[in-house]
């Protein structure tokens, strides 16, 4: 048996606290890089998300159009979708499975018909809910 003294002898080896520093201000140079665009990239998805909502709603109200002969009205709004209005003869909902969404920022959707802007206009205004603005506060509509 060789004792523990005629082992050769390994030099534990470890990162200095200088290497340390170094690698930490690469992440930290990286992270002030690519942060701001992941921010963006999240900002832009509930846009994204609004648009999608507001195609799906639409295909929904073509559907209530093709069974009842006319869009809902303002007054009906889009709870026509789901619950039966009185004046809807054929109606053969409901055409949305659930409640009707609610925008990204949690809010009820805009709708009108008829619409200034087109046939029908369904729209949102965005995150700070006020007409007009650019990015995640910009209106988000069927036009």
Known sequence: MQ???????????GFT?????????ILGLLMSLV????LNQLG????????????DLEQALEMYKLDVGRFPTTNEGLAALVDK????AGWNGPYLKGDVP???????????????????DIYTYGQN??????????????W
């Open 3 to 13: 004792s523990m003294s005629n082992r050769p002898q390994r030099r534990q080896r």
């Open 85 to 88: 209005p009185a004046s809807a």
């Open 35 to 38: 942060g701001p665009q992941v």
């Open 17 to 25: 606290l200088m290497e340390l520093l170094v690698v930490l201000a």
């Open 129 to 142: 809910g006020t007409p007009g603005g650019e990015g995640e506060d910009q209106d988000v509509g069927n």
């Open 44 to 55: 832009g998805a509930k846009t994204k998300t609004a648009a999608i909502q507001i195609k």
């Open 102 to 120: 609610l925008d990204p920022w949690n809010r009820e959707y805009h709708y009108k018909y008829p619409g200034e802007r087109g046939e029908l």
